[in-house]
Every structure is written in C-alpha cells, then in structure tokens.
C-alpha cells in the first residue's frame, strides 16, 4: 500500500484561507477524502471523491486534487475551525485504509 | 439517520483480550454496498484502521494487526464486533466504528469505499 503525507501544522488568522495539502502516489487515480477531528471528538467527514461535500458542512470548506496532491482549502477560517485534518484514500483494491498523519490547524 | 456505538471494556490487562461491540441503526448491514470500519487512535497520535466488514461478509485486516483481530457481524442485531488478543499497552487509545459506504468505481474496475458516518469512539486503556 502506499502513503499519503501531510504537513503537521498550518497556522492561519481568523478570516484568511487555510490550505492543508496531502500528496500520495496514488492520487491520480483515486479520489481523497478529508475529516475533521475537534479535540476529543469524533471525525466528521468534511470532503468526499476529491472535491464533493456532504450535506451541512459550511461552503468555506472545499477540495481540490491535481496530480499526486489534494488540498482542503478552508476560505475564510474561523476560530471553530481549528482542529485536526485527516486525508485518506483507498488501496488498490478499493478499501478506505490509507489514512495520512494528520495536520493540525491553528486559527489565532 | 445513521448512528453508531461503540461499547466494552475501558481498562484490559496485558495479554488480556479486548472485545469491542458496534451497535449502530440507520442502515441494515445485509444491505448492498455497506459496511463497518474499526479505527483506532492513540493518544495524541494519527489515525489507524484495523478490520473492515462487508455487507457480503468479506473481510479486510490491516496487515501489521492480522494476526490478533477478528471481526464479524450479527445483522439481525445490527452489531459488529471486534476481537483483538494478547493486547499491549501500545494498543492504548480510542477505538471507533464508522459506516461504510461505496463510492465509486476506478479505472481499474475495483469498487472504492469510504468511511461517511463515525461512531463517538470509546477509550481503552491497556495496564496491570
């Protein structure tokens, strides 16, 4: 299987564009998603396939994939959008087991 | 509306077996393209998948796990459950289920899943 990589930390002001990225070998060919974990809460999906997000999520988050890289873009970002930010993709067979390391976001 | 549970012991000794149980409602898991994910998290650290369970009763365990985990599925009772032996302090951290779900078929004709809804997650905590 192969690896997704993230930064561990971005810092943004409240108000500026947050952008958290995720590169992997096998992200031309297969779609990213993003989570979204608060301090001692359970992840919450914010992005699915790339770019698509679900019902209830705020219009500030979006997605985007271009070659080996996904970016979460967050215009915008709020104080209560600080948290920790997963990527993760499917192997080659198509199970949802690649997970990166996780970045964390300040927004002070 | 989807929702899932996570339920055992919050304290097991070392060597001992954990038995985690996944109660969930909002989706029937004899349904086509569904399924349950166990992930846990360590302290402070990353994300890490242990077993997954299809609707079809097909099973994934991660590679570096394989050995200590068992996962199977009682649909009439829309729970799933988790087995992992010989636990090790290491293994200390929150465990949680998530729903899965089909997304969409890739170039190479393989179904692609993900992970949608998540359980609140329960601590478990591996010491004499």
């Known amino acids: 299987s192969y690896e997704l990589t993230q930064p561990p930390s971005v810092s943004v002001s409240p108000g500026q564009t947050a952008r958290i990225t995720c590169s992997g070998d096998?992200?031309?060919?297969?779609?990213a998603y993003w989570y979204q974990q608060k301090s001692g809460q359970a992840p919450v999906l914010v992005i699915y396939e790339d770019s698509k997000r679900p019902s209830g999520i705020p219009e500030r988050f979006s997605g985007s994939s271009s070659g080996t890289m996904a970016t979460l873009t967050i215009s915008g970002a709020q104080v209560e959008d600080e948290a920790d930010y997963y990527c993760y993709s499917t192997d080659s067979s198509g199970h949802p087991v690649v997970f990166g390391g996780g970045t964390k976001l300040t927004v002070l | 509306q989807i929702t899932l549970k996570e339920s055992g012991p919050t304290l097991v000794k070392p060597t001992q077996t954990l038995t985690l149980t996944c109660t969930f409602s909002?989706?029937?898991?004899?349904?086509?393209?569904?399924?349950v994910g166990w992930i846990r998290q360590p302290p402070g650290k990353a994300l890490e998948w242990l077993a997954l369970?299809?609707?079809?009763?097909?099973?994934r365990y991660s590679p570096s796990l394989k050995s200590r985990l068992t996962i199977t599925k009682d649909t009439s009772k829309n729970q799933v459950v988790l087995t992992m032996t010989n636990m090790d302090p290491v293994d200390t951290g929150t465990y949680y289920c998530a729903h899965i779900l089909f997304g969409y078929y890739d170039s190479s004709g393989y179904k692609n899943y993900y992970f949608d809804y998540w359980g609140q997650g329960t601590l478990v905590t591996v010491s004499s």
């Open positions: 909002g989706f029937s898991l004899s349904t086509s393209g569904v399924g």
């Open positions: 369970i299809y609707w079809d009763d097909d099973k």
């Open positions: 096998a992200l031309p060919k297969k779609y």
